[in-house]
């Protein structure tokens, strides 16, 4: 599953801005200068830790309800949503050497019509997993 929303937590702070906290997932907090900043940032923060998850294999806890987060004066609950196939194509777009064999006939129909291998075998995958 790529696509997740949690419950943030979000903290007025004295100067201005809020502090952003997931209380479903460790080590998952941010903060922004204004609410529009704010929910920005914490669509990145929640993508990057949940992408480390995976990454990790480690266990995705559930989300919880808003109704069950304890809130303190002047905090708020917004869900955040984030896509982790959306930031892996952002941010881990390196690209990596794959050998593979194809009949030479085709090889070489495919080099005199001026055929991208590169390209061709990315789009063939993109198609072959619905990954548009």
Do not use: H
């Not at 903290?11 to 997931?22: L, N, Q, V």
């Not at 982790?84 to 390196?94: D, P």
């Amino acid at each position: 599953m790529s696509r997740y929303a949690y419950p943030a937590i979000f903290t007025p702070e004295k100067e201005g801005g809020y502090s952003i906290t997931f209380p479903d997932l460790e080590g998952c907090y941010t903060c922004g200068d204004n609410l529009p900043d704010s929910l920005m940032m914490a669509e990145d923060a929640l993508a990057l830790v949940l992408y480390g998850y995976e990454e990790d294999g480690r266990a995705i806890p559930s989300p919880s309800t808003a109704a069950n987060i304890p809130l303190a004066d002047g905090e708020f609950v917004n869900f955040i949503a984030c896509d982790t196939l959306a930031y892996r194509k952002m941010y881990n777009n390196k690209a990596v050497k794959k050998t593979l064999t194809i009949p030479e006939w085709l090889n070489e129909a495919a080099s005199e019509a001026g055929v991208n291998f590169s390209q061709v075998l990315q789009d063939a995958l993109k198609a072959r997993l619905n990954l548009g």
